[in-house]
């Protein structure tokens, strides 16, 4: 499917959604129990105390942390095992079993080794991360066209041997679509953590929100996270294509 | 170069069966259609590929094989593709008698050349390489006819180091300075032995 760029129906496509919005509300009358108005959701960013844009930090924070610890760490041992055989051949069963557990599953394991803490969040996000972007390295690096074998064969070397100039360069070409999919687990994750173990944040309010049937503060919530995730896409996006310069 | 009885396959298709090669001429040409066996011959030859068991291949000691496609590493510069992977320093790979053609594109990224320059950087690499056999796979695609001759000639002084050369190509044009003797491929399949004409260009 090609993406065009049509300016004209990007911007209907933005409108549309609250067109629809505001006929739902104002034509058909929805409950605010249902479909809170714009103005109430408006009046959340003025009315919390403390403001939602501090709950907004505090998750953007935690996602930052755990999501860029997680891409970094998960890197680095996906190239390890792919440098050691004997290692791969040890951990691999396990990483695959761990990647397969959901993360929001592991959220009490967290909440009883750290309890409240920051770290417990982080090492959830992180976990959730970094297995399944190792098991992804590990799979590009399977996957080396001949081109490259054909050289290394050559030159009577291994390619394992060369994990800067050659593996790491490699992975990162290829990692893009598997980063931007993780950037919405590590959101996901987010909000699970804060649901169970947080003072604030954003998946603390929605938490707080749902006790007290404040739908207009969920969709704040839920609009905040939505900008969050284009927001450090688009960023993600911008930097990585400095990362991979050659393909430019 | 000697192959006795080779049989291989890509999965179901024969495509060598008892196959039978053996000369001894320090520089040879294989030619044939599109398709017809050279390149799996070469991969085979250079251990990329192997054959069923029976087979009998006369290695090298060291075998350099440039491919057709391009194999620079397009993160890094052709200096850079080549110090990192060879034994080689600096001053060797200026030494070379080819460097004054390369210098101006040399140090910059592969990513940055023309598909004729990375083609130079790879024959230049192989050329720092000094293997024992040489397999060259249209070598001279996108090359222009200064450059072919310029390596071509650097090539005919390889031969003078004992190294020996099997090279592929389309266009009589850009071989026929290095007067290799030609082996034919025909069409059919699987393929048993290379017709001669004793045939130098």
Known sequence: MKITNNSTLRIVGIILIPAIWFVLKYLFNVSDRYLPSPVSIIDVFTSLEPNILIHFIWSLGRLIFGYSGGVVIGIILGLWLFKSKNLTDILYPTIQSLRSVPAAATVPFFLLWFGFEETGKFLLIFTGIAFNLSITTIEILSKIPDKYLVFFRSINRKAENHLKDFALPFVLEKLLPTLRFSLSTAIGLVVVSEFLGSQVGLGYLIQTARSTFSMNVIFACMLLFGIMNYGIDKILVLIWKKIIYWKS | ?201
């Open chain 2, 1 to 201: 170069m000697q192959i006795t009885g080779l049989t291989f396959s890509y999965e179901k298709f024969l495509v060598f069966d008892d196959f039978n090669f053996e000369s001894s001429e320090p520089i040879i040409a294989f030619k044939g259609p599109s398709g017809c066996g050279k390149t799996t011959l070469l991969k085979i030859i250079s251990q990329n590929l192997t054959p069923e068991k029976k087979s009998v291949v006369q290695y090298s000691k060291s075998t350099y094989f440039v491919i057709q496609e391009d194999s620079l590493f397009p993160w890094l510069t052709g200096e850079e593709n080549i110090l990192k992977f060879l034994d080689t320093d600096k001053k060797k790979i200026q030494s070379q008698k080819l460097f004054p053609f390369v210098e101006s594109f040399l140090f910059k990224k592969a990513s940055e050349m023309s598909y004729g320059q990375r083609r130079m950087i790879e024959l230049f690499r192989a050329l720092i390489f000094k293997p024992d056999l040489l397999l060259l796979d249209e070598p001279f695609n996108f090359m222009d006819k200064k450059s072919r001759c310029v390596f071509t000639s650097e090539i005919i002084s390889l031969l003078e180091s004992r190294t020996k050369v099997i090279l592929t190509s389309h266009y009589n044009e850009d071989i026929s300075d290095l007067k290799p003797t030609v082996y034919y491929f025909n069409n059919s399949f699987p393929v048993r032995e290379l017709s001669t004409e004793d045939n130098k260009l």
